[in-house]
């Protein structure tokens, strides 16, 4: 475990970035989650097939291949864009971090995307309806009666969509980003103690999703206080 | 930037090779996953506290980790002990192969425990009174009664967990081995062409996930046909 010491702020700045990117994918998945959510209830024929394609590629292909095509995939396609204008451009990409943000958003966006439908087809319609007999417009009423009602049948999923994108994060260390899992790899050759090492980014994850499920059961309870009826 | 629709199918021949390996990694783990599932539930339904303790910290320790973690701990790391390479397992732990399998059936076993405790929770209590009123053994009623009814109730979430061990496999690919992901990240560094290899192995993924969906789909329809007579 000595060895260790040399390595911990490594391991502190590996585990800031692994929060960054949690906290970036998770702002973006809520966004997509949102809007594909909203897609798949609108009444226009076109949206929901978009929105249901996106969901079945997203939940139907593997973590690690989505981030390599978005990586790659954006590194051909702004190189050759570069390269229209100026031919002497050799190679673009954009950082891994993005790369890896935007494509850990986009899977569990998929996700969030069908636990939303599902907790907004929860709400009573009576209170939508309620609400536009009052005069709300439908951004109001969106914003202001389906939300607020929606999020707390929507947490138990959530909880466990947080759990999984925190877990996904752990693959961007494929694309190069210096993250716990690369700093285990990098730290490996030069200790010579592999176990220590991975066994660490081990336990920092489960400190993380121990965090997160506990979160979860705090706003699980603040969501649900006003159903005494339940006990 | 074109599409080389000719790379697509030069390269199939050996993504088949790939999907292979995915196919028994798949199997593999995901039937002694569920073998350690069912150990996993019995003693955690046991009562005892020395079987609950080590089922539950089990599964709290592998449904809180990355799998990437679990793999790169168990294929990296295990060799660092002088015990593991001296062992009986060595010819085995020494393999990506079944250091893979490895992560991936005890990472199954732990989802695939709490997905069937979930749906012996969903089991009628009424049913349960009435057998042992009917002086029906505990064993027994839990062989003939809560089993089938928990199985059933627990298929749609268990298919979720099979698509999800699909995807999984592809991490097979970050220690060596070339299962289907693994073949596509070979091909792409020799032609650097991401999308039409990386899209067509996605398809493939996607149609595997179709499949175990629409697999589960009918066995539960089967397994439930007794609930409600055929509507029309």
């Not at chain 2, 294929?75 to 002990?81: H, L, R, S, V």
């Not at chain 2, 592809?170 to 070339?178: E, F, H, I, R």
């Given at each position: 475990m000595s060895e260790l010491v040399g390595w911990a702020d490594d391991y502190f700045w590996g585990a800031m970035v692994v929060l960054r990117v949690f906290a970036v994918s998770l702002v973006l998945a809520v966004v997509i989650g949102l809007i594909g959510s909203a897609m798949k209830l609108s009444g226009s024929r076109v949206a929901q097939t978009i929105a249901n394609a996106y969901t079945v590629v997203f939940r139907g292909t593997p973590e690690l291949l989505v981030l390599l095509i978005v990586y790659f995939g954006a590194a051909v396609t702004l190189t050759a864009i570069g390269q229209s204008f100026d031919?002497?451009?050799k190679f673009i990409d954009i950082p891994p971090f993005w790369a890896g943000a935007f494509a850990i958003a986009l899977i569990v966006g998929a996700y969030m995307t069908e636990t939303f439908r599902g907790a907004f087809l929860g709400v009573d319609p009576g209170h939508v309806e309620a609400a536009r007999a009052l005069g709300l417009s439908k951004f109001q009423t969106f914003v202001y009666v389906r939300i607020p009602q929606m999020w707390r049948l929507a947490l138990p999923n959530f909880g466990n969509h947080m759990l999984s994108l925190m877990k996904d994060t752990a693959l961007i260390s494929v694309i190069g980003v210096e993250e716990i899992v690369f700093v285990a790899k990098i730290a490996t050759p030069v200790t010579l103690k592999p176990f220590t090492m991975y066994f660490i980014v081990a336990l920092i994850y489960l400190c993380i999703t121990t965090v997160i499920t506990l979160a979860v059961m705090a706003m699980e309870k603040y969501a649900n206080k006003h159903l005494v009826s339940s006990r | 930037m074109n599409f080389d629709i000719g790379l697509v199918f030069e390269s199939i021949p050996k993504m088949l090779v790939g999907l292979g390996l995915t196919l028994e990694l798949l199997i593999l783990s995901s039937f002694i996953g569920l073998v350690l599932a069912v150990i996993t539930l019995l003693m955690r339904i046991s009562g005892r506290w020395f079987l609950v303790a080590p089922a539950v910290t089990y599964i709290y320790i592998f449904r809180g980790t990355p799998i990437l973690v679990q793999i790169f701990v168990i294929?990296?790391?295990?060799?660092?002990?002088e015990f593991v390479r001296e062992s009986v397992f060595w010819p085995f732990l020494r393999e990506p192969f079944w250091c893979c399998i490895l992560a991936l059936s005890l990472n199954a076993g732990a989802y695939v425990s709490e997905i069937l405790r979930g749906g012996m929770l969903g089991v009628d209590k009424g049913i349960l009174e009435a057998a042992s009123a009917l002086g029906i053994s505990k064993t027994q009623s839990f062989i003939y009664i809560t089993s089938p009814i928990a199985i059933r109730l627990s298929l749609p979430a268990y298919s979720n967990d099979i698509i999800s061990m699909t995807k999984a496999t592809?991490?097979?690919?970050?220690?060596?081995?070339?299962d289907m992901t693994g073949v596509a990240r070979t091909i792409v560094a020799q032609t650097f062409a991401p999308y039409e290899i990386f899209l067509s192995v996605a398809i493939i993924y996607m149609i595997m996930a179709w499949m175990i969906q629409k697999g589960f789909g009918m066995a539960e329809k089967r397994m439930s046909r007794y609930l409600k007579p055929a509507a029309g």
């Open positions: 031919a002497s451009v | 294929y990296f790391g295990f060799p660092q002990f592809a991490l097979a690919s970050t220690v060596t081995l070339l």
